[in-house]
């Protein structure tokens, strides 16, 4: 694959590549773990913290406004990349029942547990939504952060914790996912978009329609997929779909819930305090409308910000030849991981059918190792569990070494990966 052939060249726009760590140019394939920013997400926010800082939803002075008007013009962008255009308010949007509100959090974890929490332990009114003969569903391929707050919530409620498998493609298998519906006790369904691991596109538009269907409610893991593909979340019809910024080339602190208003409105809020009362007496509080009901405190403003600048930058990219971009690289990738003696890569072996990254072992080399060692050779990549141990334990491996791209990657970075394996291969006398 020759420089070029693919169809973005925005290096450039990333301050943090005109470093030249060791003399060397600084080869970065951990998107995945966390993406690097283009200098308009860092301008955006220096900008609003040099000229428009203010706590928000207190202030009538007018650089309050300013920031006020900052934050909600980022939720309404950010809702507005992801298809979830009547954003925000109860008012004729949530009339329609299907009508999204959009939720700023600390990250996908944070969503991820709010939900876990506030709609776990129960609605207005007292009735639990989850209890004994009653069931979550996850899946293997899951991320720690859509296992454990799950599993917290079962435990308390002497609910069932089940799991969807994963084939020896690394895929779910949509039958399985119908007996499980079929047995009538499922409440809730939380899935990944795309395995941080495997690489796995799951199919959750699919999913959710058959979940729904079932009367049961969905939630969707987002985070490894925002960022690499055009993602439209009232097509994809989940009831919850979170993602995370930091991996969406925005600032770290501030994560997105987009739900659905109806159950959002009848869930009993996560964090208490400011900003998500209308009104406390001395025993007692009512709740703000959504989606400041689940915003206690003072939100992630600056951040906010930084992550409006982010998913404009990648609107302006185009989300289409984001994945095109990625997908061919991760074509490369592949190809040219494949030429490694020793390596195996886990997950399904087509391009089209995965996302930007690529998991692997390496006979003979603990993965820590490997990493070590594309280290020396100037390039970053991930080595571990990834925060899914219960995945490691069906691939029958303790870690894996994994490389993820992002838009500002090109063929190059993947061939300066190779070379620091076959040398690392060496080093170890293979
Ligand atoms: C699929 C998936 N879910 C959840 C997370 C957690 O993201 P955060 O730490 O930003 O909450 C990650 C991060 O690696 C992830 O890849």
Not at 94 to 104: D, H, I, L, W
Not at 390 to 398: A, D, N, T, Y
Request: hydrophobic share 40%; proline share 5%; with cysteine.
């Amino acid at each position: 694959m020759p420089a070029g052939s693919t169809s973005l060249d925005v290096k450039g726009d990333f301050p943090i590549f005109a470093r030249r760590p060791g003399g060397r140019e600084l080869i970065y394939l951990d998107s995945g773990a966390s993406a690097q920013k283009p200098v308009v997400v860092i301008e955006a926010l220096a900008d609003h913290l040099r000229k428009h800082n203010a706590n928000v939803h207190r202030g009538v002075y007018a650089l309050a406004q300013e920031a006020d008007a900052a934050y909600d013009d980022a939720r309404r962008r950010v809702a507005a990349f992801v298809g979830a255009h009547r954003s925000s308010g109860t008012g004729a949007a949530a009339a329609e029942g299907g009508a999204q509100t959009t939720v700023f959090t600390k990250n996908v974890t944070e969503a991820i547990n709010l939900v876990a929490y506030a709609w776990g332990r129960g609605s207005t009114g007292g009735r639990a939504n989850l209890g004994p003969g009653e069931a979550v569903l996850i899946t293997q391929l899951e991320h720690h952060a859509n296992i454990v707050p799950w599993q917290v919530l079962c435990r308390e409620r002497c609910a069932e914790l089940r799991y969807l498998e994963v084939d020896e493609r690394g895929e779910l298998c949509l039958e399985q996912l119908d007996s499980e519906l079929a047995r009538g006790d499922v409440r809730m369904v939380a899935v990944s978009h795309v395995s941080n691991v495997l690489g796995t596109i799951v199919p959750v538009a699919e999913m959710t329609a058959r979940i729904r269907a079932a009367g049961a409610l969905s939630l969707v893991d987002g985070a490894q997929a925002v960022p690499h593909m055009p993602v439209d979340v009232q097509e994809i019809g989940a009831d919850f779909y979170a993602w995370t910024g930091h991996k969406a080339l925005g600032p770290t602190g501030i994560g997105v819930l987009h739900g659905r208003v109806e159950i959002m409105e009848s869930m009993e809020p996560f964090l208490t305090g400011g900003d998500m009362i209308a009104s406390v007496d001395f025993q007692s509080s009512t709740w703000n409308e959504l989606p400041y009901k689940f915003e206690a405190g003072t939100p992630p403003i600056a951040e906010a910000v930084g992550l409006g600048a982010a998913v404009d930058y990648l609107s302006a990219l185009g989300m289409e030849r984001v994945r095109e971009h990625e997908q061919a690289l991760t074509g490369y990738m592949l190809e040219r991981l494949a030429g490694v003696p020793g390596l195996r890569v886990v997950g399904p072996p087509e391009p089209e059918r995965r996302g930007g990254l690529a998991s692997f072992t390496i006979e003979g080399i603990h993965p820590h190792d490997v990493a070590e060692l594309a280290d020396r050779g100037g390039v970053c990549i991930r080595a571990g569990h990834h925060c899914a141990q219960p995945l490691m334990r069906c691939l029958g491996v303790g870690a894996t070494a994994r490389a993820s791209v992002g838009v500002y990657n090109g063929p190059s970075d993947i061939d300066a990966l190779v070379d620091a394996l076959q040398a690392g291969r060496e080093v170890f006398g293979l």
